[in-house]
């Protein structure tokens, strides 16, 4: 079956400090993988997606950036962080065969900038 | 722009009746709805996909509805339970670019009490 990692669960940094968050997959080949954000409140935003190695899409000009180094390994960055930046960090994935398909979500980085 | 509403405050209900969340969309067409549970500190969970030459989908004590003339998406849970108790998101799902793409509303908090 098939599995989703996100790690760490939690994160405090201080502003300025650089960010690497790490979610890989297992149990599949070739997906399509997403990073969101959720602020408390909101909704869901999509920040990055990707469907191949090396192949990443921004969705939102920001101080984040993201790579896909692996078929199943997508890592969320960042060289500065601002106050800005906190929030729920998820990742996510979806086979990327058709229209209909569901995401299969991450447990989710909670990121405090301080 | 696109724009999904989702009811802002916690719906409260009594163990055993019908729960109904709101999901209403404006300035935009999607072929596709789905809907997420999400519970604290965790990422989403896929419940239901609706497609929109159908009007109702129905799973277990869940049912979902799609209006596509009044822009609006119904979501029920029957006898309802305390385990029930959650963030229930609706989604607006896109295919473009080949990938899928889901635009989130922010959620609507269930509580069910016994």
């Known amino acids: 079956s098939q599995t989703i990692h996100q790690w760490p669960a939690t994160l405090v940094q201080p502003v300025g400090s650089p960010l690497s968050l790490e979610c890989t997959v297992e149990?599949?080949?070739?997906?399509?993988l997403y990073w969101y954000r959720q602020a408390a409140g909101r909704g869901l935003q999509l920040l990055f997606y990707?469907?191949?190695?090396?192949?990443i899409s921004s969705e939102v000009p920001q101080n984040l950036s993201a790579s896909r180094p692996q078929d199943r390994q997508f890592i969320l960055s960042s060289k500065k962080l601002l106050l800005s930046d906190s929030g729920f960090y998820l990742c996510a994935w979806s086979t990327g065969q058709g229209a209909n398909e569901k995401l299969f979500f991450g447990s989710g980085t909670q990121l405090s900038v301080l | 722009s696109q724009k999904i509403e989702q009811n802002s405050e916690a719906l409260n209900i009594q163990e055993g009746k019908t729960a109904t969340l709101t999901c209403n969309y404006t300035n935009y067409s999607p072929a596709y709805l789905q809907w997420y549970r999400q519970d604290p500190g965790r990422g989403p969970v896929f419940l239901l996909l609706i497609r929109e030459n159908e009007k109702e989908k129905r799973k277990e004590r869940l049912k979902v509805t799609f209006d596509t003339t009044l822009k609006q998406s119904l979501f029920h849970i029957t006898a309802s339970q305390p385990a029930d108790s959650a963030t229930y998101l609706c989604?607006?799902?896109?295919?473009?670019?080949?990938?899928?793409?889901?635009?989130f509303g922010a959620g609507t908090r269930l509580a069910v009490h016994p």
């Open positions: 989604a607006l799902d896109t295919f473009s670019g080949g990938y899928n793409k889901l635009i």
């Open positions: 149990g599949t080949s070739n997906p399509n």
């Open positions: 990707s469907v191949g190695i090396g192949q």
